[in-house]
């Protein structure tokens, strides 16, 4: 069942079809992401943009499996795998006055699952030249 009419029906869209052209237009410019792997955010459309791309790469048999809003905050949990580990996680995202995406963060269990995240992620980044640090 598709719950319909909520703010963060736009990105479930475009995060579920992998249309990043899309994705790019519902996020603020300074929008913050915090990752599950470092504990500083990242600041920026365009490096947020970079990082959805490749964990949607990364991603095999992506679903959002649940969708919570109020006020200015939703919550969309998902499962995945990745390789042979299934995962579990949530996309938190807040949204600013202009409807926005301003703040998301990802959270991602199990452990193992996040290691093997961690570890293809790190692969695709030192593919394309860039430290995954």
Do not use: C
């Not at 301003?102 to 269990?109: A, L």
């Amino acid at each position: 069942m598709t719950v319909t009419g909520m703010r963060s029906d736009r990105f479930r869209a475009a995060a579920e079809a992998k249309d990043f052209a899309a994705g790019e237009a519902l996020f603020a410019d300074r929008v913050t992401f915090r990752s599950p792997f470092v504990h500083t955010p990242y600041e920026g459309r365009e490096t947020l943009m970079f990082i959805l791309s490749n964990v949607a790469q990364v991603f095999e048999d992506f679903r959002y499996v649940a969708q919570v809003e109020t006020g200015d905050t939703a919550v969309l949990m998902f499962e995945a795998r990745v390789g042979d580990r299934e995962l579990q996680g949530v996309d938190v995202l807040r949204f600013d006055d202009e409807d926005l995406i301003s703040e998301m963060t990802v959270m991602v269990r199990p452990m193992s699952g996040l290691e093997a995240l961690d570890a293809e992620m790190g692969r695709r980044l030192e593919a394309q030249g860039v430290d995954p640090g």
